[in-house]
């Protein structure tokens, strides 16, 4: 008798797992009955799950060329680089394809597997590589169907999806290519007052001057440094042998690697920085949050992606307060999520995905937790949120 009601008790403690429901719950005529997979047993279940209804990606290009070209280069010219100077590599298109499934396997529910314009809206920034890269992406999300197919030759592999960009002389949301007089201002007062980067120059003031020799380059800001080493980065990349200085200074953990990585904060240091640099897109992300929640959104989309750069992801997250010192991976992407209970409550989640992760971890936001509400993201990011860009901008 006593076997057998302790199997009794593991089952019991077996299906409680499974259904969150305590042992406790058993009948009252013996406690060692385990309830039955009743309706008012899921209901109960159903009552604390959420829905996902709408998310905003925004994601990095993909593996590229080079772009920013040092006087004493052995690999400088053009001839090296069949794709063409910061051109989308073979590499760069597979890696955001299979990105691109994975969305569709993320995503799938709210999209639907067919494309709609209704479901999901694509902007990138101006530049090839963020074009390609959308272009490869949404090619691993919509697959054509029966219907879709429109070519013989290409069959079930591709169809046209519109991609969304304005001009680089008028991009201020997703590259910083529309100069702001009161954020170039303010970043150089910024950088001439900080206590830690005037470190870093005088610490490493041997250091730039010797990359300003060996590289023919003027080696003089932590960006120059930054492009130097994207630059070397790439060429080891693409199995080009480098000079011996160029093979030290990337040397894993080196200085060149620290101040690149250092530069990717700088642009969202404090919050006039952020507010300036990462503030308009993060107000756009909230007001579309918004407008989703109630039910305003037109056309009402599923999901809304971003095609831009290092530069964008990591000051995002920084604004935030997020960010760990490091250069985002080709391909690495945000993922601001909302969902809505069975109380009919909102909650947004965030996601930072940097590698091939089925299932990448909440990101724990600085005192709200991993589930926020968009009330409660504006009240902690009030100061990141501006008006229109030409008064924010304004200076002096």
């Given at each position: ?9 593991e ?6 797992l ?7 719950s ?6 060692f ?7 008012d ?28 070209l ?5 690999w400088?010219?053009e ?24 969305f ?11 494309y709609?314009?209704?479901k999901?809206y ?47 002389k ?9 100069k ?15 206590p830690?980067?005037?470190?870093i ?8 001057l ?10 003089t ?12 980065l ?11 200085w ?11 690697g ?16 952020a507010r ?6 993060i ?6 949050f ?21 530069d ?18 080709y ?9 809505k ?22 990101l ?15 009240e ?12 924010e901008?304004?200076?002096?």
């Open positions: 008798m006593v076997q057998t009601e302790v199997i009794a008790v089952m019991c403690l077996f299906q409680s499974i259904l969150t429901v305590s042992l406790f058993c009948s009252n005529a013996n406690i009955t385990c309830p039955k997979r009743s309706d047993v899921f209901k109960v279940l159903n009552s604390s799950e959420s829905e996902l209804i709408f998310a905003h990606v925004i994601y990095r290009h993909g593996d590229r060329t080079i772009g920013h040092y006087p004493n280069d052995p400088r010219e001839i090296h680089w069949p794709e063409g100077y910061g051109a989308l590599t073979n590499e760069g298109k597979r890696r955001h394809y299979k990105l691109g499934k994975f569709m396997r993320r995503y799938g529910e709210i999209l639907g597997h067919k709609s314009p209704n999901v694509v902007r990138s920034s101006d530049y090839d590589r963020t074009i390609m890269s959308a272009q490869a992406n949404l090619a691993g999300m919509f697959r054509p169907t029966d219907d879709e197919i429109w070519n013989e030759d290409i069959g079930r592999v591709w169809q046209p999806i519109p991609i969304h960009v304005v001009p680089l008028s991009e201020y949301l997703i590259a910083n290519e529309r702001c007089p009161k954020f170039e201002a303010m970043f150089a007062k910024h950088e001439k007052e900080s830690e980067i005037q470190r120059y005088s610490q490493y003031a041997d250091q730039f010797h990359w300003t020799q060996e590289s023919g380059a003027n080696i800001t932590f960006r120059e440094v930054k492009e130097l080493y994207k630059t070397l790439m060429e080891r990349a693409r199995y080009k042998t480098l000079p011996a160029a093979e030290k200074a990337i040397e894993r953990n080196g200085v060149m620290y101040i690149s990585k250092y530069h990717f904060k700088m642009r969202t240091d404090t919050p006039q920085l300036l640099s990462t503030g308009f897109l107000k756009e992300i909230f007001e579309r918004s407008k989703k929640i109630n039910k305003t959104l037109q056309p009402d989309r599923s999901v809304w992606v971003y095609s831009a750069h290092d964008t992801v990591a000051n995002l997250l920084n604004s935030f307060g997020l960010f760990e010192i490091h250069i985002p991976p391909a690495s992407s945000i993922l601001l999520e909302l969902y209970n069975d109380e009919n409550e909102h909650y947004i989640q965030m996601f930072y995905r940097k590698s091939d992760v089925e299932k990448p971890s909440p724990n936001i600085p005192n709200c937790g991993e589930k926020c509400t968009l009330d409660r993201l504006y902690l990011y009030s100061e990141l949120i501006p008006g229109d860009f030409e008064t901008c304004r200076w002096p």
